[in-house]
């Protein structure tokens, strides 16, 4: 019988000669294994020229490699042994991963070294044609960006790193080719700047001897880091967009404290708070029982030396400034109103299930172990659970009072709103301006004092 209390999977690592980092989670109880690639490239290592060069390569990477010269073959391929190779370009990294038997692990690190050892660089018109496509989501008919998430990105970190558009601008797209390409991965797709990861019923050492056989082979190259990140400084900031849509979009976000600093694990808490089930703050405020929306919520997105809380909803136009006034009086309660003890169980116990629930899903676990890797100061399961036990109700309420006043947020709107609605939204941007002069003031009569 298979014991369900038992201890959080060690992993097994090595890296190396070409300093990429491979790992390897037993998870014997489980009947299927994932592979997951990492690579330290995205938006965030862009310049203002290169916007958008690394999601165009994810995409020509998948247009063949001299084993497989063609997106059918390779495709083809990876479907014949695994779920299919699936791949996505974030701010921080780029992932290519894929489930499998765990008999088919050695085949699928074959395929993926094959993809990464010899590209083609093929058909990249093609793929920029692709992309427009996908682009276009994001874009309203006169092909301006009409994603609140973006338009939040960019307004709360202006310029190129962390703000830049993931897929970049459409413009900028039509002048890369095969060499820009070529360039990019060169730079990015060596050893040093790597983390590969398997987890499942697998055998740890030959696991790790198939990875080196596959990806030993790539070249060194040099662990790429981040620049730093420039913050807007005259916050809180309203950024207003009209759009025609059916709803308004509504995002209110935080540049707060990176994953290692002390108060991050009270963080997540009071965003688990804000968003963890139907009977969530949020939820229940906004959806419950004003009915503004057919949804409110909040995440902590997590990135190499900070974070961003980000408060979103969409909700008719006319109903902009209420529900933008039901988000505040939640949000400003977080540092005010004592946390109930029924509700801060119930939240620590959704936690504490879903971080057990790693040990049974391959993949999540993959992504938990490798990102220790890919990113200083990560926590594993077992850690971020135990930090998150030591979490008390007073920390959550101090913790969102020194890092998410409303006097430093960006508000960030895409609707089609009223002239007087819009007048109401810069009254309140004006009332939350206020009280950062207030707050200003009297920090400084302190310090005098």
């Known amino acids: 019988m298979i014991d369900r209390n038992h201890a959080w999977p060690v ?12 790992l ?21 290592f862009e310049a203002l020229d290169e916007s958008g060069l690394s999601h165009l390569l994810e995409h020509v990477l998948f247009r063949g490699c001299a084993a497989y010269p063609s997106t059918f073959e390779l495709n083809t391929a990876f479907e014949a042994c695994s779920t299919g190779l699936d791949a996505a370009t974030t701010r921080d990294f780029t992932t290519f991963e894929a489930s499998c038997a765990p008999r088919n692990v050695p085949r699928v ?14 058909d990249v018109e093609v793929e920029k044609q692709v992309i427009a496509e996908e682009l276009q989501d994001e874009l309203d008919s006169k092909g301006r ?10 307004a709360l970190f202006p310029g190129p790193g962390l703000g830049a558009k993931i897929g970049g601008r459409l413009r900028r797209i039509e002048r890369f080719g095969e060499e820009d390409c070529r360039r990019w991965f060169e730079r990015h797709y060596t050893g040093a700047n790597m983390v590969c990861a398997v987890t499942g019923p697998v055998d740890a050492e030959a696991t790790l001897d198939a990875i080196a056989a596959t990806l030993g ?3 060194r190259g040099t662990e790429q880091t981040v620049a730093p ?17 059916s709803q308004t979009d509504l995002q209110l976000a935080w540049a707060t404290v990176d994953e290692a600093h002390p108060d991050w694990a009270a963080l997540l808490f009071a965003q688990r708070v804000l968003d963890d089930g139907s009977c ?61 003890d029924d509700e801060f169980a119930r939240v620590r116990n959704r936690i504490a299930f879903e971080l057990t629930s790693v040990r049974d899903a391959p993949a999540s676990a993959a ?13 594993s399961p077992a850690e971020r659970a135990a930090r998150l036990a030591r979490v008390t109700p007073d920390e959550v309420r101090a913790a969102w009072a020194r890092h998410i006043a409303l006097d430093r947020v960006q508000v960030t709107v895409v609707g089609d709103l009223a002239a007087l609605d819009r007048a109401a939204l810069r009254r309140r941007l004006h009332r939350l301006r206020g009280a950062a002069r207030a707050a200003d003031a009297a920090s400084s009569v302190k310090a005098i004092g």
């Open 217 to 219: 082979g790539l070249p």
């Open 229 to 245: 990140t420039q913050i807007r400084k005259d916050l809180p900031a309203l950024e207003f967009v009209r759009h025609s849509g």
């Open 367 to 379: 992504y938990w172990f490798a990102l220790q890797d890919l990113h200083v100061g990560s926590d």
């Open 145 to 154: 960006d009409v994603d609140c998430d973006n338009l939040a990105k960019l």
């Open 11 to 22: 992993p097994v690592r090595r890296t190396l000669d070409n300093g990429l980092k491979a």
């Open 24 to 44: 390897c989670v037993p998870l014997e109880h489980l009947h299927t294994a994932h592979v997951l690639l990492f690579v330290r490239v995205g938006s965030r």
């Open 280 to 340: 969530a703050r949020l939820r229940h405020k906004v959806v419950d029982q004003l009915g503004l929306a057919y949804h409110a919520g909040a995440e902590l997105e997590i990135y190499q030396g900070l974070s961003v809380l980000a408060v979103e909803t969409q909700t008719r136009h006319s109903m902009v400034i209420r529900t933008l006034d039901a988000l505040l009086e939640v949000l400003e309660a977080m540092a005010t109103a004592p946390i109930d």
């Open 109 to 122: 690190l074959e395929l993926i070294g094959a993809m990464m050892s010899a590209p083609t660089f093929a």
